[in-house]
């Protein structure tokens, strides 16, 4: 596949490594905020390839894991609804709430369809006027303009039964939560490639001045990865602070104006809790007040489900960095992948399920 | 609360799947993690036996024939059954009826023994259109006669509407199994080489495609074959095949991890060996699959001693059904029960076993 | 929030509303949303996200980059494959 598998080459890889080995000489965190990424680096084993004096620490940038309890609760009460047929991404489905997934819901006779677009959902909605149709509108600022643009199509096409139940989160106020901590080992950053597609890189200049701290717009393949984090350590180590752009093949420094002007349209910046960390203020969007109508949280009654995060997980002390997950008391014992109590164990690319499955294989 | 710190780590997915106790959901029957556990906790305390816990894809049965001269003939009869519930009935390259067949036909094959006699019974819902049973049943001719088998005994029963999707068919089936001949999971050894016969994720995929909700569209389709024919080519070669599966539900990846486990070995596999269809490759990458979990119908895994290789492939590559079989992969001591494979830039990661229902992801 | 995915676009059509566009990935095609890159023409290669084109991507972009990590590491030129 053109634009993608030559991103791939193991001769440019071990290139790029022995670079990366050659330039790196004092020891430095960097941190990727990006499920793809994540899930890049555990494919390929490219942590397996770095100098002992880089260590990567894995970010909360999956926004299915990352989800908060509450709004997964609130998918579930909806979800069950004899009236909603419930659209999802595929990867929605697994997430554990208080009491079990949207699997367990199927299972009990709620219509959960899993969609690739959510305009897919949209044509659920038209094919089935007598049921509320409600999506899950989860994801970064990548996703936002896809999630938007349902909206916008409903709203043109006058379908009354489209719902969306929103939990868009926004990488920003993530990064400044990192790196304000009074703990915080992070010392560059690798920015997630596909939400620079859609928001450009604007945004991260007054946060890497702030903290001075290097910020490289990376890729996903091999190469686009090992290059971001060259890039990164070259800076660090010429005690550089700027932000770069490594994958310039799809992202700008302004992004998509169209994608931001539709998103800006549709939504606006509201709290957001995340799974596993909290609330991180203005960190999520939420729809405007002349799309209301389509909000599922206001439609339907959901007002009063108040979940609990587990008081021993210390996941968001992981995502940031400041902790191993062999540091929490949990791993392993109350905390496994089959039975996880936070957001990096509810993931198998998150750090303490990789943990688990890697520490048993050495 | 489960505190078990479980040995079998889901594989690569985001998030892992909850294990569902109470309820059968759809997980149960996607060939992985989830499907061995409801077999584990809820099948297997009931109807345990030692030809069930071998847990290869057919059972064998030993049976003593008396004699009239009061001495016995002992025969091992290879038996497997299937039940085929595929959405929609009809898809590019097969068709539910070409699947019941197949499907039995190589479950029996897998242990090395000729299959012969197979059974079908029908769950017909109210309202299906006697045509299209027609066509599943010309199909079913089609693939018995490829076969060289016999469909000896079968039963219809009638569901009313929205019980069954349209038509669900269940076939079980006996071949026996020749002297000398012990294909099983647990044979595999140190220094065995892993043979994949073509292939992988083109029956999967092209069914996704026929289901129409991911609205993608390519030519790939189905390999559903019978694959007694190119085993017995095999078997002519040599009876000293340590294993043979065939990775349906699950894909490759959970049948390398069902064998390493039972022949406690680690199973060594390359990535830029595995032969993978281009547009099934583009389709994996779209829709965010591993192709190495996607289901196969008409391929087959052969882990054999070293020696035997360079005749089982090229005999192989000379039938219809092996023409793209190659080397995979090698079977080592270490890591016992792990599937490591070399990725195709040089790194080992850990392949597990399917967690839950291959879905989409957008992460 | 990541998965997205390169493909060309072979057709370009008006539906219910919106500009969308037929992508090839590389023998599998998918219908994707336009409405984001009115300036997309047949034949641009896009990168694909849930069904939506984010941004077309820059064949310039990539050969430099391309041709400065093969510097980087040292690996001689040679054409891309399509």
Redesign the interface.
């Given at each position: 596949?053109k634009f993608?598998t030559e991103y791939?080459d193991?001769d440019i890889?071990?290139g790029i490594l022995a670079e990366i080995n050659r330039i790196a000489v004092n020891e430095w965190v960097l941190m990727e905020i990006c499920?793809?990424q994540t899930?890049s680096i555990?494919?390929?084993?490219?942590d397996?390839?770095l100098p002992k004096n880089i260590q990567l620490v894995h970010g909360p940038g999956?926004?299915?894991?990352v989800t908060s309890l509450e709004l997964v609760d609130k998918a579930l009460a909806i979800a069950s609804l004899p009236e909603v047929i419930f659209a999802s991404?595929?990867?929605m489905?697994?997430?554990?709430g208080s009491n079990?997934?949207l699997?367990?819901v199927?299972?009990?006779g709620g219509d959960v369809?899993?969609?690739?677009?959510p305009l897919?959902a949209v044509k659920i909605a038209q094919e089935n006027p007598n049921k509320k149709v409600v999506f899950f509108a989860i994801?970064f600022e990548t996703?936002a303009p896809a999630n938007a643009m349902s909206i916008i199509q409903a709203k043109m096409m006058g379908i009354n039964n489209f719902y969306l139940l929103v939990s868009h989160m926004r990488v920003p106020p993530a990064m400044h939560t990192i790196l304000s901590s009074a703990h915080n080992r992070v010392q560059g950053f690798l920015a997630a490639g596909h939400v620079c597609t859609v928001m450009g890189y604007w945004e991260y200049l007054p946060i890497a001045e702030q903290y001075q701290v290097p910020i490289v717009v990376t890729g996903f393949e091999?190469i686009d990865i090992l290059n971001g984090i060259l890039m990164t350590v070259d800076q660090l180590e010429k005690g550089r602070v700027a932000v770069e752009n490594g994958y310039s093949r799809v992202v700008s420094l302004e992004g998509n104006i169209q994608a931001q002007q539709v998103i800006n349209q549709v939504f606006s910046e509201c709290d957001r809790k995340w799974r596993g960390i909290g609330n991180i203020p203005k960190s999520g969007w939420c729809l405007n007040p002349n799309y209301l109508d389509f909000d599922a949280e206001i439609i339907f009654d959901v007002e009063q489900i108040q979940p609990e995060e587990s008081p021993v997980c210390i996941a968001g002390k992981i995502l940031q960095g400041l902790n191993k997950p062999t540091d929490c008391p949990a791993f392993?014992?109350?905390c496994?992948?089959?039975?996880?109590l936070g957001a990096t164990?509810?993931?198998?690319?998150?750090a303490c399920?990789a943990y688990?499955?890697?520490t048993?294989?050495s | 609360?489960?505190?078990?710190?479980?040995?079998d780590?889901?594989?690569?997915?985001?998030?892992?799947?909850?294990?569902?106790d109470d309820?059968?959901?759809?997980?149960h029957g996607s060939g992985g993690k989830m499907s061995q556990d409801l077999i584990e906790k809820t099948f297997f305390p009931p109807l345990d036996n030692p030809i069930l816990r071998a847990a290869n894809d057919a059972g064998i049965a030993v049976i003593d024939l008396p004699q009239k001269n009061g001495e016995k003939v002992t025969c091992r009869l290879a038996v497997s059954t299937d039940s085929h519930v595929v959405n929609p009935l009809f898809f590019p390259g097969g068709d539910i009826g070409r699947l019941a067949i197949c499907g039995t036909v190589n479950d029996i094959a897998m242990m090395g023994a000729q299959p012969s006699y197979l059974t079908a019974s029908f769950i017909l819902e109210e309202g299906l259109n006697i045509e299209i049973l027609q066509n599943v049943l010309e199909s079913m001719k089609d693939s018995a006669a490829e076969s060289a088998i016999q469909i000896i005994a079968g039963d219809t029963k009638v569901v009313e509407k929205g019980k069954a999707d349209s038509l669900y068919i269940n076939t079980a089936g006996v071949g026996i199994l020749p002297p000398g001949v012990n294909i099983h999971g647990a044979n595999s050894q140190p220094g065995d080489i892993v043979i994949l016969s073509g292939t992988i994720g083109d029956h999967g995929i092209a069914v996704l495609e026929a289901r129409g909700?991911?609205?993608?569209?390519?030519?790939?389709t189905s390999d559903i074959a019978p694959l007694n024919g190119i085993v017995q080519d095999i078997l002519k070669i040599t009876d000293q095949i340590h294993t043979m599966r065939d990775p349906t539900r699950g894909g490759l990846a959970t049948s390398l991890n069902e064998v390493a486990k039972q022949s406690q070995v680690c199973i060594e596999i390359y990535e830029t060996k595995i032969p993978i269809?281009?547009?099934v490759?583009?389709?994996c990458?779209?829709?965010?699959f591993?192709p190495l979990y996607i289901a196969n119908e008409g391929k087959f895994l052969l882990i054999v001693p070293e020696v035997f290789v360079e005749p089982i492939l090229q005999k192989m590559k000379s039938h219809r059904y092996g023409q793209d079989a190659v080397i995979i992969g090698r079977v080592r001591a270490n890591?016992k029960g792990?599937v490591l494979m070399r990725?195709?830039?040089?790194?080992?990661?850990?392949v597990?076993i399917l967690?839950?229902?291959l879905?989409?992801?957008?992460? | 929030?990541?998965?997205g995915?390169p493909?060309k676009i072979v057709d370009i059509y008006n539906k219910d509303g919106l500009q969308m566009g037929k992508v090839d990935?590389?023998?599998?095609?998918?219908?994707a949303c336009l409405e984001y890159v009115p300036e997309a023409n047949l034949g641009d290669y896009a990168l694909?996200?849930?069904?939506f084109v984010l941004n077309l991507i820059s064949e310039k972009e990539a050969q430099e980059t391309m041709q400065l990590l093969r510097e980087i590491a040292d690996v001689d030129s040679e054409l891309n494959p399509e």
């Open positions: 596949m993608l791939r193991s890889v071990q499920g793809g899930h555990m494919r390929y084993g490219l397996q390839l999956c926004p299915v894991c991404y595929g990867d489905l697994r997430v554990p079990g997934d699997f367990s199927k299972a009990s369809r899993v969609v690739y677009s897919d994801g996703t091999p392993g014992a109350e496994t992948p089959v039975n996880p164990m509810v993931s198998s690319e998150g399920a688990f499955r890697y048993e294989v | 609360m489960m505190t078990e710190n479980s040995q780590i889901p594989g690569l997915v985001c998030p892992i799947p909850l294990a569902h309820k059968i959901v759809l997980g909700d991911l609205g993608f569209k390519s030519s790939i269809n281009p547009a490759l583009s389709a990458e779209m829709l965010g591993d890591p792990r990725t195709s830039i040089g790194t080992t990661r850990v597990d967690s839950g229902e879905l989409p992801r957008i992460c | 929030m990541c998965l995915i493909g990935f590389g023998g599998v095609t998918r219908e694909v996200h849930v069904g």
